[in-house]
């Protein structure tokens, strides 16, 4: 998720319970400052996660930025699992 995102400094919290939610709230701050400061580092995190025009429509008006940072998780969560996947050669 660091690679996909960008973001070195990203804090990767321990699997389990509220795992989800602590990455998403990680993402969301750093989309709040991208989207204050600069619109170029949120349009680049968006595409380096392969996000359609469509899905960032559908989640910012669905729910704003914190809709789109859980759905930029969830996409680079399914990238790590599909790397996961092909490196096994399954």
Known sequence: M?????????????????AFE?????VLRTLESWAANNGAALSRAVNRVDLTERQVDDATGRGGL???AGV????????????????RGT
């Open 2 to 18: 660091k690679k996909d995102l960008d973001l070195p400094e990203l804090v990767e919290p321990p699997s389990g319970d509220g």
């Open 22 to 26: 602590a990455l998403r709230a990680e």
């Open 66 to 68: 914190p809709e789109l």
């Open 72 to 87: 930029m998780v969830l996409r680079c969560l399914q990238k790590v699992l599909l790397r996961l996947h092909f490196s």
